[in-house]
């Protein structure tokens, strides 16, 4: 007797889609790719995906959402000059675009209408890469088994970045024409188009790299919001709690960087023992601690100037 000793579907990410089902009898069709919002199981069968998003995917979809709205908020300060009373307004304006753009994203995936999706679960980094892992039997035919795996942690993130270029467009050259009058013509528009330029930048790094941004978001959170505060204080001077105290601004940005660092914290712990890893929150103000106790010694001040002088 002839045995087929050939496993019934080939690849990682192949699966036999169901075609009929009549009580317990099951219909499956021939190995293949799984549906849009299926993945394989270990029997190699398409499942729907039905489980919510975990707190660690919850917190990657926020990294990738803070990441337009913070760039919004860089240029925005970058352009609009020190005496421009526009920049608080156009401030406001992205975030209610990027907020508005997480609800209606929301809303349009599934299930449709509600704030809330169904997911797969990410079980390793190749479930990003689904299109590497398309096997070939006879090593000549390939056998095309490329889809979400990680449904829809990938491909929410491009309609996000789709609905906030559109949301831009459609509000924020109307405030910045009737607001930004301190600003030459030239200059009022060049946060918009710097835009213009980071959206489809932000795109193509989520579509290479998303996998790779799914595993090391909470470290890159930390490292740049360790370095851009230490940037930030040093440029401003800052080193005393009096110099911090003295401006609003500076507080305001302070406390945005504590917000991150806690990000940060919780999505490495993923506080998946919360009486152990809530403590951890304690080492937020460090970093800024540490940075006013040792800025006498090494005093920003002198070098800035020193800097500047071409010394």
Sequence with gaps: ????????????????????????????????????????????????????????DWLYLGFMAMLPLVLHWFFIEWYSGKKSSSALFQHITALFECSMAAIITLLVSDPIGVLHI?????????????????????????????????????????????????????????????????????????????????????????????GLLYYAFPYIILVLSLVTLAVYMSASEIENCYDLLVRKKRLIVLFSHWLLHAYGIISISRVDKLEQDLPLLALVPTPALFYLFTAKFTEPSRILSEGANGH
């Design 118 to 210: 169904r997911s797969c679960r990410v079980l390793m980094l190749s479930d990003w890469y689904t299109m590497l892992y398309n096997p070939s039997p006879d090593y000549i035919t390939t056998v095309h088994c490329t889809h979400e795996a990680v449904y829809p942690l990938y491909t929410i993130v491009f309609i996000y970045y789709a609905f906030c270029l559109v949301l831009m467009m459609l509000l924020r050259p109307l405030l910045v024409k009737k607001i930004a009058c301190g600003l030459g013509k030239s200059d009022r528009f060049k946060s918009i188009y710097a835009a213009l330029y980071f959206f489809p930048i932000l795109t193509v790094l989520q579509a290479v790299g998303g």
């Design 1 to 56: 007797m002839a045995v087929d000793i050939q496993p019934a579907c080939l690849g990682l990410y192949c699966g036999k889609t169901l075609l009929f089902k009549n009580g317990s009898t099951e219909i499956y069709g021939e190995c293949g790719v799984c549906p849009r919002g299926q993945r394989t199981n270990a029997q190699k069968y398409c499942q729907p995906c039905t489980e919510s998003p975990e707190l660690y």
